[in-house]
T-cell receptor
Framework: AQSVAQPEDQVNVAEGNPLTVKCTYS??????LFWYVQYPNRGLQFLLK??????LVKGSYGFEAEFNKSQTSFHLKKPSALVSDSALYFC?????????????FGSGTRLSIRP | KAGVTQTPRYLIKTRGQQVTLSCSPI?????VSWYQQTPGQGLQFLFE???????NKGNFPGRFSGRQFSNSRSEMNVSTLELGDSALYLC?????????????FGSGTQLSVL
């Protein structure tokens, strides 16, 4: 069975500092991993995905994520946080070995950037 | 291109009633999926449709059902509403059914059950 864990409900970072939002996963086949962001009163927006290839994936708004197979992790990172990055972030996994697999989302991490 | 459109934006119902939510995907997208978002449970997958066929279903009771029409528009129905059904219901669309495709989400329907 697939699962995703986001161990931190909330992450607080000062503007200009680097940020990391953690995600670990469990999947039986090849992991397809995604990050989505949700701004207040909005639906989710796609940030980036890892399918195969380079372990460091770059996405929208300056975000990147590193796939680590041995640690089954896919942490989201940004070198310098902006106040506008404050939002709810979801990690998601899908079993790449099956087109019929469901997408499973983590519980979400609220990122708060203080000026 | 217009994004994913969900209607209505807000709904207030009482226990025991039923409700129908609507989702219009991005033009050309043939896959539609539905999710329930609550503060305590996060984002839970409800079901996924492609070419009018349900491809996947999450772990929800039979009170939750859906369908997809030939124009790819989708509806979700919840019968015999319970207080615990209060949530933000999100719809997402994608071009097809490949596992690596990104999802495009609507703004959701906020359902309150009194």
């Amino acid at each position: 069975a697939q699962s995703v864990a986001q161990p931190e409900d909330q992450v607080n970072v000062a503007e200009g500092n680097p940020l990391t939002v953690k995600c670990t996963y469990s999947v039986s086949g090849n992991p397809y991993l995604f990050w989505y962001v949700q701004y207040p009163n909005r639906g989710l927006q796609f940030l980036l995905k890892y399918i195969t290839g380079d372990n460091l994936v770059k996405g929208s708004y300056g975000f990147e994520a590193e796939f680590n197979k041995s640690q089954t992790s896919f942490h989201l990172k940004k070198p310098s946080a902006l106040v506008s990055d404050s939002a709810l972030y979801f990690c998601a996994v899908r079993d790449g070995g099956s087109s019929a697999s469901k997408i499973i989302f983590g519980s979400g991490t609220r990122l708060s950037i203080r000026p | 291109k217009a994004g994913v459109t969900q209607t209505p934006r807000y709904l207030i119902k009482t226990r025991g009633q039923q409700v129908t939510l609507s989702c219009s995907p991005i033009s050309g997208h043939r896959s539609v999926s539905w999710y329930q978002q609550t503060p305590g449970q996060g984002l839970q997958f409800l079901f996924e449709y492609f070419s009018e066929t349900q491809r996947n279903k999450g772990n929800f009771p039979g009170r939750f059902s859906g369908r997809q029409f030939s124009n790819s528009r989708s509806e979700m129905n919840v019968s015999t509403l319970e207080l615990g059904d209060s949530a933000l219901y999100l719809c997402a669309s994608s071009l097809g059914i490949q596992a690596n495709e990104k999802l495009f989400f609507g703004s959701g329907t906020q359902l309150s059950v009194l």
